[in-house]
């Protein structure tokens, strides 16, 4: 049996000692042999049976350490894509085979295996570094590799190790300082405190990098930072960097430097240009918790020099302009206490910052700075103007536009659409150009790029291609098996269902002359006018429509159909035609009765029970057969949500079925599937219970970008007349009600929408929620209501609302002070009718 033979009946029995054993006993000219097999035997294991060969691959990567010639190709055996799940465990194996190859080899397989590591991928770190150690060979400065080295640092570190020695200096220069830093506190404070890293180089670092970073900056910096436990002497030395930190930093940081200062200050030892500079930036930031600190700070400070009145009050005329009550009443209550000694700059920036203030607040502020301050206007932001949904892409303009554009790794629904139409187009303008463009694809055939994923858009639209290109071609790859008709859970199966018909059309040699259901719009419609010029199109070459392609196109059209499009409809003769005339003239598929119920279910994977939405269709017992499953929403985990609104643009509330299984699960992920809420708000159709809790659902998610979603959507609806105020705001009480959402996260979407221009939407669905979440006398409040509360009264100022509100004004008839109370009679004086005349 030769060595060749002795190797790989031990790989294939996964016996790594075996083969690390032979391994080590190979001359050159066995190892010569073996690198000369092993790439060969490596390509030829099937990527689809991976299962049954996986145990081979440890001994194979040995092997490969072990026998090929250069430092380049024993570093790319490494990171070959087939051994990037392999179990891990062999370090010290290939570190001992490396040991047979001269240091100069060793320290070039260092620098390229270097080279090669990513934050994501830290695969052999410990096998360079060693060969680093080994050799002597000048550390390499890849930011990947020094994140390894940070990783692995510890307090028992060797002073002569060459890692620590070269990293040391520049530990707060790496970029992917975070990937490690977090676990690393300790470890660093620790050789801090027994002098194995300089204090002063370590505290400069720490404040260096946080200024570097503004806003990314790591919190773990400043966690380092307090562990550090800096004397009043270090403070000082770096006041003017901590007052730099303020304005941007994130609120970890700014906490850090706000203790530092106020030390700094309470001892006298803050200079005051630095404490004016402070104190502003504070006042500037968003952050509640910051800016009641900056209140604190500020009338402690002035009541130890009250020559600071003028610094503070400016300070406080921007927290004036903050839109939260209990923040803005803190404020003013100072400034009115400061009034007797400010100065003129104090008391102009007061009065001019005063006019944005609740009235009673501006009342206080113009009675102790000399009255006659006014309310300033209120200003109104109109509404966006939407059209019919995202403006389509453009055709293809040839061949190998067409071909480059179904080459690319995903596609969107509307490049999905596109790619379809663009194929049946070429294929009957240029079919051997189109041909010739797919050529590199094709000789040879590439089965990898036509793919074998029967979910895959890319691969579906792929297999249409080569079926128009290779019609032979096709029978020698995996089948894609596609369910007709198509049962969809969720909406994918319609379009992957239309790319495989159309695929067998060009099988069977028919071809397609033109594809009915591409939209028009960006909503997905389909014009009425346009699909009957394709319908015309289709009888006129003699062709009968692809079943999918049909019934999708009449999903896309519009509720609305012109007489005179109903009227050429019923002139069309062939079965197409005449359904399409049905269609138009018997208003299309029906608008069922939707309910979605809230229900606790098992989770198998967490073995536990979560709560989920699930949907119930009143299904119409005429309703068409192709049409049924459609009406059937079904329980199954996708990332497909935004094709579907487009599946079926006129019926929103079939489609928000589908969706609020969905949602409910990944209400706390980041996988941007309310995105799909933008295509939902384009819809035309009646909105009902299944919009309206796909809709809470956005706006109660843990994520503010998916969140963002849900306000532009809500933006969509406002301008287009259509927010369904009563049914959202019964579902979002029903929801915040059961726990399911998070009242302060559906508040922070209704803001956005408020600043936005919807406030009067807004206002109709706050003032609809405010009875059913409002406590009762004695009952603890919810989280969150006191800001609903406040949201209700934004968007009633900019709308100019007037109203009788019982509940809210039973709320502020209550004794106290608690920002409940603030908010529901901030809300109740803005709204409240002017008193009738006795008279």
Not at 199 to 216: A, E, F, S
Not at 312 to 334: C, H
Not at 412 to 420: I, K, N, S, V
Not at 651 to 675: G, K, L, N, R
């Amino acid at each position: 049996m030769s060595v060749w033979e002795r190797l790989v009946k031990l790989a294939k029995g996964g016996d790594v000692a075996g083969v690390f054993r032979l391994l080590l006993e190979l001359d050159a000219d066995d190892r010569k042999a073996v690198a000369a097999q092993l790439p060969r035997h490596l390509a030829g294991l099937r990527p689809e049976e991976w299962w049954s060969w996986r145990h081979q691959l440890r001994p194979l990567r040995l092997a490969g350490v072990a026998c090929l010639g250069g430092a380049a190709a024993v570093t790319a055996w490494l990171f070959r894509r087939e051994f990037q799940w392999t179990e891990r465990g062999d370090d010290e194996r290939v570190i001992l085979l490396l040991r047979q190859r001269p240091a100069e080899w060793r320290a070039d397989v260092a620098r390229r295996i270097a080279a090669r590591l990513r934050l994501n991928d830290m695969r052999y770190w410990e096998v360079a570094a060693a060969l680093v150690r080994e050799t002597g060979t000048e550390p390499p400065d890849g930011d990947a590799f020094m994140v390894g080295w940070l990783r692995a640092l510890h307090s028992g570190t060797p002073a002569d190790d060459p890692l620590f020695t070269a990293f040391a200096p520049r530990l707060f220069d790496v970029d992917g300082l975070g990937e490690a830093l977090p676990e690393q506190v300790g470890t660093i404070a620790r050789l801090v405190e027994d002098g194995r890293l300089e204090r002063k180089r370590v505290i400069d670092g720490i404040v260096g990098r946080l200024l570097r970073d503004g806003p990314t900056a790591l919190s773990a910096l400043a966690v380092l930072h307090d562990r550090l436990d800096l004397d009043i002497d270090e403070s000082a030395e770096r006041a003017r960097d901590y007052t730099r930190l303020l304005p941007a930093g994130p609120v970890a940081v700014a906490d850090l430097a706000l203790a530092q200062l106020r030390r700094l200050e309470e001892a006298g030892r803050l200079e005051e240009e630095l404490f004016a500079e402070a104190v502003e930036a504070l006042a500037f930031r968003p952050e509640k918790k910051l800016l009641r600190a900056a209140l604190s700070w500020a009338g402690d400070a002035v009541l130890r020099d009250a020559r600071r009145a003028d610094v503070v009050l400016a300070a406080m005329s921007l927290i004036f302009a903050q839109d939260t009550l209990a923040l803005q009443e803190r404020a003013v209550r100072l400034a009115v206490k400061l009034a007797p000694q400010a100065g003129e700059a104090g008391r102009e920036a007061v009065r001019q910052a005063a006019a944005g203030l609740p009235e009673e607040l501006l009342e206080r502020v113009s009675a102790a700075y000399g009255g006659g301050i006014a309310a300033e206007e209120v200003t109104v932001t109109p509404l966006p103007v939407v059209g019919h949904g995202p403006a389509l892409p453009p055709p293809y303009t040839s061949p190998d536009q067409l071909v480059r554009a179904v080459s690319a790794r995903e596609v969107d629904p509307h490049t999905f659409e596109r790619l379809l139409a663009g194929l049946v187009e070429w294929s009957q303008r240029a079919p051997d150009a189109l041909r010739e463009a797919l050529r590199p694809w094709l000789e040879p055939l590439d089965p990898l790029f036509f793919g074998h994923n029967r979910d895959d858009a890319v691969h579906v639209v792929r297999r249409a291609f080569l079926a128009f290109a290779s019609p032979e071609g096709g029978h020698t790859l995996p089948k894609i098996a596609i369910r007709q008709p198509p049962t969809l859970g969720g909406f994918k199966q319609l379009y992957l269902g239309r790319a495989d018909e159309l695929a067998r059309s060009f099988e069977e040699g028919r071809g397609y002359p033109v594809l009915l259901a591409t939209p028009t719009a960006g909503s997905g419609h389909v014009d009425p006018g346009v699909l009957l010029d394709r319908l015309e199109l289709l009888e006129a070459a003699g062709a009968r429509a692809l079943p999918g392609d049909l019934v999708q196109a009449l999903l896309r059209l519009p509720r609305d159909i012109p007489d005179a499009c109903v009227r050429r409809a019923e002139s069309l003769t062939s079965e197409a035609g005449r359904a399409c005339a049905a269609w138009m003239r018997d208003g299309g598929a029906a608008d069922p009765r939707v309910k979605v119920h809230l229900r606790s279910e098992r989770n198998g994977y967490y073995l536990s029970n979560w709560p989920v939405l699930r949907s119930v269709v009143d299904v119409p017992d005429d309703l068409p057969e192709e049409l049924r499953p459609l009406y059937r929403p079904e329980a199954g985990y996708a990332y497909t949500l935004e094709w579907w609104p487009l599946a079926m643009p006129s019926h929103p509330e079939i489609v928000a079925a589908h969706m609020v299984w969905m949602m409910s699960i990944c209400i706390d992920s980041s996988d941007s599937q309310t995105q799909a809420l933008v295509g939902l708000a384009h819809a035309d159709g009646p909105l009902g219970s299944a919009v309206a809790h796909a809709l809470a659902c956005g706006m109660g998610h843990a994520s503010a970008t998916d969140r963002a979603a849900a306000t532009d959507a809500l933006l969509t609806l406002a301008a287009r007349g259509r927010v369904p105020a009563q049914v959202l705001a019964e579902t979002l009480t029903k929801l915040v009600a059961e726990g399911f959402l998070k009242l302060n996260r559906v508040v922070s979407v209704l803001d956005d929408a408020t600043q936005a221009g919807a406030h009067e939407a807004v206002w109709e669905v706050v003032v609809r929620l405010l009875p059913g979440l409002l406590p009762q006398e004695g009952e603890r409040p919810r989280a969150g209501v006191a800001d609903l509360l406040a949201a209700g009264a934004r968007a009633a100022r900019i709308a100019g609302v007037r109203a009788e509100l019982p509940d809210v004004a039973a709320v502020a008839a209550r004794k106290g002070s608690s920002r409940l109370v603030q908010e529901a009679r901030r809300l109740q004086h803005l709204v409240a009718l002017p008193e009738k005349s006795t008279l």
